[in-house]
């Protein structure tokens, strides 16, 4: 996974993105939390505290906005800001994308997000 060109503050958000998409449709699976593992992995971090500290933010705030369709696409809005360039908003969309589809089905919540994502991402 190439995340080479992403600032802190694009990593935060592609983070946030992608735990919106684990909760899109209500179903933790082991093979999305891996994949977010993964994506963690590539981010240099000084210790393992400075890590749960960035994945837990990042959880926390990606809860708050997950209540409802209109509070996830409002969100994934304010995310898109985040990433200024077509080829960046590409990335992270493929990452989500990526995320979504390595359990083997995307429910229609998911469908609603990637949906919502390139709206927002302007793909």
Known sequence: MNLTGFNQDQKQALLDLLIIGMYADHNLSSTEDARVEQVLDTFQFS????????????????RKQSGSPEAIRDYVGQIAGHFPTREICQRAYDILDDLLTSDGKVTSEESKLLAATKNAFQL
């Open 47 to 62: 210790s393992d505290y400075e890590r749960t500290q960035f994945s837990d933010a990042a959880y926390t705030r990606a």
